[in-house]
Nanobody, 131 residues
Framework: QVRLVESGGGSVQAGGSLRLSCVAS????????MTWFRQAPGKEREGVAA????????SYIESVKGRFTISHDPAERTLFLQMNGLKPEDSAMYYC????????????????????????WGQGTQVTVSS
């Protein structure tokens, strides 16, 4: 079992920045596919970025490339999402998700695509970007 707790959300104006954090506790000795998803009201949950904890290459959805950066600090067991150049369409509840089993939990297949691939979720942190 892994427990994930997000923080760092808030309200900013367009063009601003936020840094989200997700602290993992519990059974964290395995390598995980760590991801950020987001969900806006009335929309489906959308994968934003992913990184494999064992030296994985980060991946991003097209709309955030060049603006968001996902990173992982193994010593602190913390996942980050640095968000720069925020836009109103980035407004959503942001969730941290992790998985250590199955094909998704490998360096080359770790992607934030299907929410159903992930067993472990945080409670979410709200990001609101005003124009």
């Amino acid at each position: 079992q892994v427990r994930l707790v997000e923080s760092g959300g808030g309200s900013v104006q367009a063009g601003g920045s936020l840094r989200l954090s997700c602290v993992a506790s519990g059974h964290t000795k395995d390598d995980y596919c760590m991801t950020w998803f987001r969900q806006a009201p009335g929309k489906e949950r959308e994968g934003v970025a992913a990184i494999y904890t064992d030296a994985g290459r980060p991946s991003y959805i097209e709309s955030v490339k060049g603006r968001f950066t996902i990173s992982h600090d193994p010593a602190e067991r913390t996942l980050f999402l640095q968000m720069n150049g925020l836009k109103p369409e980035d407004s959503a509840m942001y969730y941290c998700a992790a998985e250590n089993r199955g094909s998704i939990a490998t360096r080359h297949l770790c992607r934030a695509e299907k929410p159903g691939d992930f067993d472990y979720w945080g409670q979410g942190t709200q990001v609101t970007v005003s124009s």
